[in-house]
């Protein structure tokens, strides 16, 4: 038989040497324990990033508070620092130990993003620290602002004239975009979002509502970023916030992890051996899950585990980490058709660079269907009044996947969990919500009411 070769082999090979791949191939939701998950401290050194890099990034986002709280007054109580809360989630709780049969020891904490200010979802970090980090070379190198100036004179007409000669463009399945574009429509600059097939209709109305532009593909993901760079390739003063490959979307990612750090202290939770830290983190393209997995590791080592969750009709990463061949293969080519109602997660190639630089760190991936996602949705909005985009919910079930599956339970054992799990802290990543229209929300709640019934 002549089969179409992956990355230099035959399905039939890749197969032969990964077994997991059959049911990743069904679309049946799978748990991947990484092979290649080292300790920490053999892992630090040779990786391109530190946590210098990670708190030069905070630093910069502290000097443009006073800005950010002068353009976006949601922001005013937070001094324009753009954070979400961690909640406890009690109810949600029980209702998960109820249907799942298994009792769940220890905390559960709800990181939610879904609340963060000014674009609703995580992308509200990576993606507004680019925009503004750009923002600050530009207006430096043009002798108009210097590091100890009060950045609130960047609201001033000068300056929103001087970034209107700049554009900004970048490709999204829609929350990068929508955060992209309205902090970069805000600030001054001519913006371009290329949106995905995925992308939801909302979500490009309130962009062009903001003045920026929205241009439609009916390709995926990975075809809009690829217009996107072509555009900005094209004009001098264009810049392209490249989500496969950069650096300081990452950073702006990982600063999460030092205000979680503060937010955990304040709630009297310090992670150590005794009481380790678990977080469940939506992925995509592997910028945000990967970002903020990365700051966890340098401030908790050893004793944070971070596992990463994909719709079982995307798992980019998964294929990329599990091959070793990261960007070179994507869903499709293992027969996956890439439609997923967790429009935040279609994406069929994950980003090399936020592979190569988890790929010792992270610990797991396990996947989900849709009508999971709908069914966790549902709960957390009637036991919580937290209202989630499909994305945002699949870290939810992670504890009781991590406890109910059997590589999971081996990573708990080989990792000398099993003792501690009464004192662990489960962080399931609610990356993106708020924004939702009301009536959409009412639909993914009802939705998933429904799937609950045919259960
Ligand atoms: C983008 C997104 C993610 C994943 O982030 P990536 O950087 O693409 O991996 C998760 N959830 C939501 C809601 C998102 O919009």
Avoid at 170 to 179: A, C, E, H, I, K
Avoid at 198 to 215: I, S, Y
Avoid at 274 to 279: G, K, R
Avoid at 295 to 307: A, I, R, T
Wanted: aromatic share 8%; charged share 25%.
């Amino acid at each position: 038989m002549n089969q179409r070769l992956i990355a230099g082999k035959s399905i039939t090979e890749w197969k032969a040497d990964h077994p997991l791949l059959e049911q990743i191939i069904e679309t049946e939701e799978v748990w991947w324990a990484n092979p290649n998950y080292t300790d920490f401290s053999e892992v630090i050194d040779k990786l391109s990033l530190e946590l210098k890099d990670v708190e030069e990034a905070e630093a910069r986002l502290k000097r443009f508070g006073p800005y950010l709280s002068h353009v976006f007054p949601e922001t005013r109580p937070s001094k324009g620092i753009i954070e979400s809360p961690v909640v406890n989630i009690s109810d949600f709780k029980k209702k998960l130990e109820r249907i799942s049969g298994q009792e769940l020891l220890g905390e559960l904490l709800l990181k939610c993003d879904n609340q963060l200010p000014i674009a609703g979802s995580i992308k509200a970090r990576g993606g507004i620290y680019e925009v503004l980090k750009h923002a600050e070379e530009l207006a430096i190198e043009e002798g108009l602002l210097s590091l100890d100036d009060d950045y609130s004179i960047l609201a001033t007409d000068k300056f929103k004239e001087f970034f209107s000669k700049y554009s900004i463009v970048v490709g999204s399945t829609g929350n990068l975009g929508l955060s992209i574009g309205i902090m970069s429509a805000k600030i001054g600059f001519k913006v371009t979002v290329h949106m995905s097939i995925d992308a939801k209709e909302w979500k490009k109305k309130l962009l062009r509502e903001q003045g920026v532009e929205v241009v439609e593909h009916t390709a995926d993901y990975n075809q809009a970023v690829e217009e996107g760079r072509k555009q900005a390739e094209a004009d001098a003063k264009s810049y392209f916030v490249d989500d496969e490959q950069s650096v300081d979307l990452f950073l702006g990612y990982a600063v999460a992890a030092l205000r979680l750090k503060e937010q955990l202290a304040a709630m009297d939770l310090e992670v150590s051996s005794e009481q380790p830290l678990f977080v469940y983190l939506p992925c995509g393209v592997g910028g945000g899950p990967g970002g903020i997995a990365f700051g966890l590791k340098l401030l908790f080592q050893d004793n944070v585990h971070c596992f990463f969750v994909e719709p079982t009709h995307s798992p980019c990463m998964l294929l990329g980490l599990l091959t070793g061949q990261h960007n070179r293969v994507s869903v499709q080519d293992f027969g996956l058709d890439n439609r997923t109602a967790a429009d935040g997660l279609a994406v069929g190639r994950a980003s090399a660079f936020v592979g190569q630089m988890i790929e010792e760190l992270l610990s797991g991936i396990y996947t989900i269907e849709d009508q999971k996602l709908y069914i966790l949705l549902s709960y957390l909005f009637e036991l919580e009044g937290i209202g989630l985009e499909p994305s945002a919910a699949a870290g939810l079930v992670g504890p009781v996947r991590l406890l109910n599956e059997k590589a999971g339970r081996e990573y708990l054992k080989d990792n000398n969990l099993l003792a501690k799990l009464e004192d662990a802290i489960h962080i399931p990543w609610a990356t993106g919500g708020s924004m939702l229209p009301s009536q959409v929300m009412e639909d993914y709640y009802q939705h998933g009411c429904q799937l609950r019934r045919e259960l």
